[in-house]
């Protein structure tokens, strides 16, 4: 079973795949963000524009339904070019997005760091834990951690792999198996003990200076609270080959 069946054009059936840690009746925001890519994707494409920065505000907790993506353009230019995107289900907007795309061109590449660590063999703790057994998007990737642990308050370094398509009858495409894993920093790398405290993101930004390859991600995370409800998850990512981007995330804390 796939994280989504397209109904009609712009028009997504969510399945069980999508659910979320907080409420099975709400949707995990990384099968949204990566549907958001996916429709993206097929909006005014232009051979050598890259996406390079998305930015999506959560409203309200997106219902296990069937969505409507609908995407634009707002700004087309020849180097750059601005798209929006908003989801909404029953009527009501539940997210709004806004992405750039960069143009193409040779440039003199710096060095950067490769993965903090290679993708570690399958853990039968990690399968049965919360992550690998509690919960529909937990159920649907391959969680492989490095450093830290489902179970374990802190930072965590750890690599990811979308096992189901995201949406039914389609490969998906490596930047969409990187939004699906970016929305999990707060998730890996919780500071609060999730038994007595939420600590939801308002937000996502996933910034990249270039394209995502493979199956896996390797996510960075870690996650600062502050003394007035509010905490930050800053991640970075990488491929198998390297650091692509960063992703950060605004949090809502909250005891139960």
């Known amino acids: 079973m796939s994280m989504y069946t397209r109904m009609a054009e712009g028009r ?6 999508t659910q979320g840690p907080w409420d099975p009746g709400t949707q995990h925001m990384g099968p949204v963000t990566a549907l958001i890519v996916h429709e993206l994707a097929r909006t005014a494409p232009r051979p050598g524009l890259e996406l390079s920065r998305l930015v999506v505000d959560v409203f309200a907790p997106v219902p296990v339904a069937e969505l409507e993506i609908a995407a634009d353009v707002t700004r087309d230019g020849k180097r750059v070019q601005c798209l929006s995107a908003s989801v909404s289900s029953g009527g009501r ?15 003199p590449a710096t060095s950067v760091p490769g993965p903090p660590a290679p993708v570690p063999p399958p853990s039968e703790e990690h399968a049965r834990s919360w992550l690998g057994s509690g919960f529909g998007y937990g159920k649907a990737l391959d969680w492989r951690f ?6 374990e308050l802190g930072p965590a370094t750890v690599w990811g792999r979308l096992t189901v398509p995201l949406v039914e009858g389609e490969e998906p495409a490596p930047l969409e198996r990187l939004a699906v894993f970016a929305d999990s ?4 790398s919780f500071a609060v003990d999730f038994a007595t405290h939420v600590f939801v993101n308002v937000d996502l930004t996933i910034s990249l200076f270039r394209a995502p390859e493979g199956e896996w991600i390797c996510m960075d995370a870690e996650t600062v609270i502050g003394p007035a409800g509010r905490g930050l998850t800053r991640s970075t990512l990488y491929d198998e080959t390297g ?5 950060t995330q605004t949090l809502f804390v ?3």
Not at 12 to 17: Q, T
Not at 94 to 107: C, N, Q, V
Request: hydrophobic letters at 35%; proline letters at 5%.
């Open 12 to 17: 997504y059936l969510a399945s069980e795949h």
């Open 93 to 107: 907007e539940y997210a709004r997005a806004s992405a750039w795309r960069i143009r193409e061109a040779d440039t």
């Open 146 to 151: 490095a450093t830290g642990g489902p179970m």
């Open 185 to 188: 920093g707060n998730g890996v």
């Open 243 to 247: 650091e692509v981007g960063t992703a």
């Open 254 to 256: 909250a005891p139960r």
